[in-house]
């Protein structure tokens, strides 16, 4: 499976909205409602921020939503703090799993 | 809480070979899916393997099939993974991460360990 597609990079400023997006195709983003969003700080394990298209586990701020449209699923953090500045990856689950590219969200 | 910790890494040779382990504690072992998933320096996240609760059903990513076999000892509460004929582009960061209950999603993950294939 190819790797999904993702900005390289995404910005704003705090308080902002920014949104990522993580397009796939029908076999894998577009077929199942099984996408999930993680953030990875630099030297760190990545923490699961979003399931299953729009859930959030306990303990992730409300700041963070997803949402999916055909083979594009998109992350939304809302009122951009400062401690958001990571990367993040989408991930879809269809029998096995494939990672997206990757995104560097700047807090400028 | 739950606990994953990698252990294994270090320098191999091309064609060499190489077991990672991860110890698992703070939850029922034996209940959940796991994973392999791999990260090359300054790169994205790469899916390497998983094993069913039981061990009875494994899937590997073409990259790495014939080569990586994933097994695990629920008794030890333990996850493993042999790595042979290494190449240069498996040089990366292994972390072992559970699958959620749906399986749809890796809810927890060790620190990683790194795993460098060179001459």
């Known amino acids: 499976q190819s790797a999904l597609t993702q900005p390289r990079s995404v910005s704003g400023s705090p308080g902002q909205s920014v949104t990522i997006s993580c397009t796939g195709t029908?076999?894998?983003?577009?077929?199942?409602?099984?996408v999930s969003w993680y953030q990875q700080h630099p030297g760190k394990a990545p923490k699961l921020m979003i399931y299953d298209v729009s859930k959030r586990p306990s303990g992730v701020p409300d700041r963070f939503s997803g949402s999916k449209s055909g083979n594009t699923a998109s992350l939304t953090i809302s009122g951009l703090q400062a401690e958001d500045e990571a990367d993040y990856y989408c991930c879809s689950y269809a029998g096995s799993y494939v990672f997206g590219t990757g995104t560097k969200v700047t807090v400028l | 809480q739950v606990q994953l910790v990698e252990s294994g890494g270090g320098l191999v040779k091309p064609g060499g070979s190489l077991r990672l382990s991860c110890a698992a504690s703070g939850f029922t072992f034996s209940d959940y899916y796991m994973s392999w998933i791999r990260q090359a320096p300054g790169k994205g996240l790469e899916w390497v393997s998983y094993i069913s609760s039981s061990g009875s059903t494994i899937y590997y990513a073409d990259s790495v099939k014939g080569r990586f076999t994933i097994s695990r000892d629920n008794a030890k509460n333990s996850l493993y993974l042999q790595m042979n004929s290494l190449r240069a582009e498996d040089t990366a960061v292994y972390y072992c991460?559970?699958?959620?209950?749906?399986?749809?999603?890796?809810?927890?993950w060790g620190q990683g360990t790194l795993v460098t294939v060179s001459s």
């Open positions: 029908s076999s894998d983003v577009g077929g199942y409602n099984y």
């Open positions: 991460a559970r699958a959620s209950e749906g399986r749809t999603a890796f809810d927890y």
